[in-house]
């Protein structure tokens, strides 16, 4: 993903145009003209209640990223494009919204997706052209011509634009599916590896994530976790926990790609507090001090989150995940975190479902209270 073409302005009005182009209200990132549209807009009245005016423009809301930058912001990706079974995650930030009842801290609202399109890189110029002209029609040609419209290369650039305008503000990143982590990733690890070298990645997963490619495709929800494995420089800077579905076995991640993985059985044999012994010691013993959490809902066992793409039964329980994230806090510095993978509408029991919501709730909100942790 090349966005070298694209300098970042510098003027805050300008970083506030920009991304007001791409980001819209909790929930308005799915677009919806008829069908759907009524039900997506009583969910954004009620989670932001009095504060939305759907006439007003979301740049208002933004703008105060300028002024008085929010130590931690939460942003959803409601993406399902790059998902490989079976999609539904698009609608995870919503439920997990609706869990929150209200924004825990300043929201940034979705990025805009056209559920059509994964990243840039795979389009053809004409479909470039075409979806700028929908999407940004009030831009002026010249500056839309340069402008993304996938929704990793629109993610990308927005991580990239807050970086500039609010260097300080750590982002909760709400999924979608996993793929959706690939662009905080881009943006927030530099492209040598010498650069990232006190930087680790705790990644709760059932499935490993680290193909270079899927079917002829870089960037998707089975290869962002290879790619940011190399951006890191190998090393063991990764630590994937939860793993218990693998096309290779489980011997053959740890040598060939110089990564450390838990493999679910491995942590349900130790109680949820020598897990985060373990996981903290590993990071001190490398020389990690920046970490970033990636937690795919399918780590956890499917009695806790049978409502997401790839459920996996003999997973890791909420205490576990739960206790890393206890252990982790004050203790590193947070370069971010993310919740995917959570699908409500995939579980055809209503019991699963809810259960599978309320447990991306309690992460969401651990993550949250590890993330201003590390501001204190």
């Known amino acids: 993903m090349n966005h070298a073409r694209h300098p970042i302005p510098v003027h ?34 009620a989670y932001l209640g009095d504060a939305w005016n759907p006439s007003d423009s ?21 993406c399902d494009t790059g998902a490989g079974i079976v999609r539904g995650a698009a609608w995870g930030p919503a439920a997990i919204r609706e869990g929150l009842g209200a924004a825990p801290v300043f929201d940034l609202g979705d990025v805009f997706c056209i559920p059509h399109l994964l990243d840039d890189e795979m389009c053809s110029e004409a479909q470039l052209t075409r979806s700028r002209a929908s999407v940004y ?22 991580y990239k634009l807050l970086a500039r305008l609010c260097p300080s503000t750590k982002i909760m990143l709400l999924g979608g599916d996993h793929s959706v982590t690939w662009p905080a990733m881009d943006a927030l690890l530099a492209e040598d590896p010498a650069d990232n070298a006190d930087v680790g990645i705790v990644h709760f997963d059932a ?18 976790a290879y790619h940011a494995n190399e ?7 990764l630590l994937q926990l939860g793993i218990r579905a693998s096309g290779r076995e489980r011997g053959h991640w740890e040598p060939s790609l110089g990564v450390r993985q838990i493999w679910a059985d491995e942590a349900r044999a130790m109680s949820p507090e020598a897990l985060a012994d373990t996981v903290v010691t590993h990071l001190r013993d490398r020389g990690l001090h920046r970490i970033y959490v990636s937690n795919d809902l399918d780590g956890t066992d499917m009695h806790w989150a049978a409502a997401c793409g790839t459920p ?17 806090a004050g203790k590193f510095q947070l370069l971010g975190a993310d919740l995917v993978e959570l699908a409500p509408g995939l579980s055809l029991d209503p019991k699963s479902a809810a259960r599978s919501v309320e447990t991306a709730v309690r992460y969401t909100r651990s993550s949250l209270d590890l993330l201003a942790a590390a501001l204190e």
Do not use: N
Request: charged content about 20%; proline content about 11%.
């Open 207 to 224: 499935h490993t994530d680290l193909l270079p490619e899927r079917l002829g495709v870089p960037y998707c929800f089975a290869t962002w």
């Open 231 to 237: 951006r890191l420089g190998r090393g063991e800077r």
């Open 58 to 78: 979301w740049r208002g809301h933004l703008s105060t990223l300028a002024t008085a930058p929010p130590p931690i912001a939460l942003l959803a990706i409601p």
């Open 12 to 45: 805050p009005d300008q970083i506030l145009d920009e991304l007001a182009a791409y980001l819209r209200p909790p929930g308005q990132g799915i677009h919806a003209f008829s069908t759907g549209k009524e039900a997506i807009d009583a969910a954004t009245a």
């Open 312 to 328: 996996e039964p003999d997973g890791l329980t909420p205490a576990h995940v739960d206790a890393v994230l206890g252990a982790l």
């Open 137 to 158: 029609a009030d831009v002026p040609a010249a500056q839309r011509a340069t402008m993304p419209v996938s929704a990793l290369s629109i993610a990308t650039r927005v």
